[in-house]
């Protein structure tokens, strides 16, 4: 276990983020999941909110910016195919 006050904060502050993390990834995947389920108009209007999702997590290194970029392309394949 760490024994100074600096490393003991480290740890706290870890934990925080790693759930916050963890939360926000978790959304962004079901999103993902019910706009591939969606219709075409449903997607039309989900999409935009998904893709702030993935860009937020590639900004805070939550995922690589070239897995969200994936999945962005992915996704804009899929709405228009609708």
Known sequence: MANHKSALKRIRNSETKRLRNK???KTTRNAIKKLREAD???????FPAVVSMLDKLAKNNVIHKNKAANLKSQ???HVAAL
């Open 23 to 25: 939360y926000q990834h």
């Open 40 to 46: 075409k108009k449903e997607a039309k209007t989900l």
């Open 75 to 77: 996704l804009a394949k």
